[in-house]
């Protein structure tokens, strides 16, 4: 592995963003076992590239995946605290909890 590929940019996850949000051990491992998937991965990469809240069916026109695979995904992924979901009515807008993300890094780089 290159050393850019092990840095994260300053700009991505603020040391005082960091350090205010503390992980559970049980935390620590749902995001470790959700950023296992590939396609966990993805998803959350496209979330959290998006400026602005990333609509549930804009994600299932991009994966060739079933909804109720889809939305297994999105579960795993919310429930590990790294992404928020906010529903109106029959339509739900997906975001990076980035400050959950970065202390997720900030605690794997101690290791």
């Known amino acids: 592995m290159s050393d850019s590929a092990k840095t994260v940019p300053v ?3 603020p040391t005082a963003t960091a350090s205010q949000v503390h992980l559970s051990q049980r935390q620590f491992v749902l995001i470790a076992r959700a950023l296992a998937d590939p396609r966990r991965q993805q998803i959350l990469k ?3 590239g ?3 809240p990333m609509s549930r069916s804009y994600l299932k ?3 060739t995946v079933s909804a109720a695979t889809l939305s297994h995904h999105v579960k795993e992924l919310r429930t590990a605290g790294l992404i928020r979901i906010v529903c109106e009515g029959k339509f739900a807008s997906l975001t990076l909890e980035r400050d959950v993300l970065c202390a997720y ?3 794997l780089s101690r290791i």
Request: proline share 0%.
């Open 50 to 52: 998006s400026t602005t």
């Open 105 to 107: 890094l900030d605690q």
């Open 61 to 63: 026109q991009t994966h």
């Open 46 to 48: 496209e979330v959290g």
């Open 11 to 13: 700009a991505a996850c």
